[in-house]
């Protein structure tokens, strides 16, 4: 197995996924910088498409610009402002209780911690980290589907779930990666580095790649 340059990785990463869309990290980042519209916006995310949640949140920050504001919606109301988000009648309960846990156990602030973050309803590990990375810029580690794909199809590691992928990595990947690594992993394997089918043809990291369990590409 060929040793994973990292470093080169990052850098043709860095200009290959210019020519992409924006992943919605990105998109959070270019929008807000506040810690609760990203907190927000992540929390939409999550099985939703871009696109889909750039225009939700457009409209539902139309409506809301606190947590004060999301305290006084009815359920119901949220669900029609958030739809057609992925699993929109969960996350539109989760939203709604957002505002009393904030009150009760962070004096109505968006905390910054990743401990913190995930005693929040609807926060899981990858939200937990793209707030603290976006909203907060401190060192998080990001790391979905297409993150734990990607770095084991590269030889990098090798994990069975994004959870131990994120925990393997905080103690191998150097900490300079972390902020980005999201971002240009998502892109790519939004692009390129796809689930099913990857175009390994045009890869432009095809040279550092050991292409462990890919089988049909293109």
């Known amino acids: 197995m060929k040793q994973v340059n990292l470093s080169a990785i990052y850098k043709i990463l860095k200009e290959e996924i210019k ?8 998109l959070i980042e270019i929008q807000t910088k506040d810690p609760f519209k990203v907190l927000i916006a992540t929390i939409l995310s999550a099985r939703t498409k871009d696109e889909t949640t750039a225009k939700v949140c457009e409209r539902l920050f139309s409506k809301i610009k606190s947590a004060n504001d999301l305290e006084i ?34 004096n109505k602030n968006i905390p910054d911690k990743i401990e913190d973050l995930l005693k929040l309803p609807g926060v899981g590990r990858k939200t937990a980290n793209l707030v603290r990375a976006v909203a907060f810029k401190k060192p998080a580690l990001a790391i979905d589907v297409h993150c734990h794909r990607i ?6 590691i090798k994990t069975k779930n994004p959870h131990e992928t994120e925990m393997v990595l905080r103690k191998k990947l150097p ?3 972390w902020e980005k690594i999201n971002s240009l992993f998502v892109a790519f394997g939004q692009n390129t580095c796809r689930p099913i089918s990857p175009w390994c043809s045009r890869c432009p990291i095809i040279s ?6 890919i089988g049909k590409k293109r």
């Open 151 to 156: 770095f084991n199809r590269l030889g990098y």
């Open 208 to 213: 550092n790649c050991n292409q462990v369990r």
């Open 175 to 177: 900490k300079r990666y």
């Open 73 to 106: 919606l009815p359920v119901k109301q949220i669900e029609k402002l958030i739809y057609p988000v992925g699993f929109y009648k969960t996350k539109a309960k989760h939203l709604k209780r957002l505002p009393i846990v904030l009150k009760e156990e962070f």
């Open 19 to 26: 020519k992409y869309k924006v992943p919605v990290a990105d």
